[in-house]
């Protein structure tokens, strides 16, 4: 059986949650923790991101209902009142209702941008058409998780991760291994770069990495970095 295959459908669901960003913080770290132990786990949540990934550009942005208009719609025509207006109850009561609408919708929108800024960049890092290894980066910790997947060890030389951004010139992110998945604190300096459509490309270095701070071996796989 796969490694895709060998986990339970309470796994699949964590892993799904886990994609979609909706884990509290004990429960994504306890998640994170498992990604880099577990490869049918990494994998789930691999194919949940990659399954997802596409619905992001469908969404469009909804600009909040017209809840004032429709409030004032609501008023009764001005007419004379011997205690005025701040003495009439149903005043009160459509001021109080407008409040708790403008209450919600400004939740709602707080929400959806809150859930926004938090959604992690994923990136099937491929060579040859065959995913060599998977990429989350957490932006609120300032790390990245590499999971290996089809990638197989070098004997002489290790896999080197690189950040590609706009500009083109690759900067040294860390070491990455064959046999299990490793989180990389992103340097300072490089957490503005990391973002959506910066490319990460891995390389066969000489153990330790490049002496040069520059790819020095063969690039032999990269991926594009996509919001989830």
Same mark, same amino acid.
């Given at each position: 059986?796969?490694?895709?295959?060998?986990?339970?459908?309470?796994?699949?669901?964590?892993?799904? *949650?886990?994609?979609?960003?909706?884990?509290?913080?004990?429960?994504?770290?306890?998640?994170?923790?498992?990604?880099?132990?577990?490869?049918?786990?990494?994998? =789930?949540?691999?194919?949940?991101?990659e399954?997802?990934a596409?619905?992001?550009a *469908?969404? @469009?942005?909804?600009?909040?209902?017209?809840?004032?208009?429709?409030?004032a719609?609501?008023?009764?025509?001005?007419?004379?009142?011997?205690?005025?207006i701040?003495?009439?109850?149903?005043?009160?009561?459509?001021?109080?209702?407008?409040?708790?609408?403008?209450?919600?919708?400004?939740?709602?929108?707080?929400?959806?941008?809150?859930?926004?800024?938090?959604?992690?960049?994923v990136? =099937?890092?491929?060579?040859?058409?065959?995913? =060599?290894?998977v990429?989350?980066?957490?932006?609120?910790?300032? @790390?990245? +998780?590499?999971?290996?997947?089809?990638? =197989?060890?070098?004997?002489?030389?290790?896999?080197?991760?690189?950040?590609?951004?706009?500009?083109?010139?690759?900067?040294?992110?860390?070491?990455?291994?064959?046999?299990?998945?490793?989180?990389?604190?992103?340097?300072?300096?490089?957490? +503005?770069?990391?973002?959506?459509n910066?490319?990460?490309?891995?390389?066969?270095e000489?153990?330790?990495?490049?002496?040069?701070?520059?790819?020095?071996?063969?690039?032999?796989?990269?991926?594009?970095?996509?919001?989830?």
């Amino acid at each position: 059986m796969s490694d895709l295959t060998d986990h339970s459908p309470e796994d699949d669901l964590l892993a799904a *949650e886990f994609a979609l960003g909706v884990l509290a913080d004990a429960e994504r770290a306890a998640a994170e923790q498992r990604i880099a132990g577990d490869r049918g786990f990494a994998l =789930a949540v691999a194919a949940w991101e990659e399954r997802l990934a596409p619905w992001a550009a *469908e969404i @469009t942005e909804a600009a909040p209902p017209a809840v004032w208009d429709r409030i004032a719609a609501a008023l009764p025509a001005d007419k004379p009142q011997a205690d005025g207006i701040w003495q009439n109850l149903a005043f009160w009561r459509i001021f109080a209702l407008a409040s708790a609408l403008a209450a919600a919708c400004l939740g709602a929108f707080i929400y959806v941008g809150a859930i926004s800024q938090q959604s992690p960049l994923v990136a =099937a890092i491929e060579a040859n058409g065959s995913r =060599a290894f998977v990429a989350t980066i957490d932006a609120r910790r300032g @790390t990245i +998780a590499v999971q290996p997947a089809s990638y =197989a060890a070098d004997a002489t030389r290790e896999p080197e991760l690189w950040l590609i951004p706009a500009d083109g010139k690759p900067r040294p992110l860390g070491m990455l291994r064959a046999d299990r998945a490793v989180s990389i604190a992103i340097p300072s300096d490089l957490a +503005a770069l990391t973002v959506s459509n910066a490319v990460l490309a891995v390389s066969l270095e000489p153990p330790g990495g490049s002496p040069t701070g520059q790819p020095t071996g063969p690039v032999i796989a990269t991926g594009k970095l996509t919001n989830l």
